[in-house]
Nanobody
Framework: QVQLVESGGGLVQPGGSLRLSCEVS????????MVWYRQAPGKEREWVAT???????YYADSVRGRFTISRDNAKNTMYLQIDSLHPEDTAVYYC????????WGQGTQVTVSS
C-alpha cells in the first residue's frame, strides 16, 4: 500500500528555517519523480520543487535559492529544507508521487509569523 506522510511543519519566525520530511512506504522513493506542492490560504495549490530518480532537482522561481529538495534512499524519505522563511511561505505543504496513481500525503502546516 502506497503511503506518504509529511512531518516537520510548525510556527516559525520570518528568516527562520524548517526541514519538512516525507516518509513513504509501499514503493521505492528513488524510482519516481517526487514533488512538493504547497497551498496557501485562499490560493491555488502551487508547485514548489521536484526531484527526479537520478537526483536532478527543479524549483519554482519563488523558492529557488531558499528551498532545497533532497532524499535519503535508505530511509525512503524525501526532505524539503526551507531557509529564510517569508510570511508568504505560510501554507500547507504536500509531498506527492504524480506517476502511477497520483498519490498525496496529508500535508503539514507551515506558518511564518512574528
Amino acid at each position: 500500500q502506497v503511503q506518504l506522510v509529511e512531518s516537520g511543519g510548525g510556527l516559525v519566525q520570518p528568516g527562520g528555517s524548517l526541514r519538512l520530511s516525507c516518509e513513504v512506504s509501499g514503493f521505492a522513493l528513488v524510482a519516481y519523480n517526487m514533488v512538493w506542492y504547497r497551498q496557501a490560504p485562499g490560493k491555488e495549490r502551487e508547485w514548489v520543487a521536484t526531484i527526479s530518480p537520478p537526483g536532478t532537482t527543479y524549483y519554482a522561481d519563488s523558492v529557488r535559492g531558499r528551498f532545497t529538495i533532497s532524499r535519503d534512499n535508505a530511509k525512503n524519505t524525501m526532505y524539503l529544507q526551507i531557509d529564510s522563511l517569508h510570511p508568504e511561505d505560510t501554507a500547507v505543504y504536500y509531498c506527492t508521487r504524480p506517476a502511477e496513481g497520483n498519490y498525496w500525503g496529508q500535508g503539514t502546516q507551515v506558518t511564518v509569523s512574528s
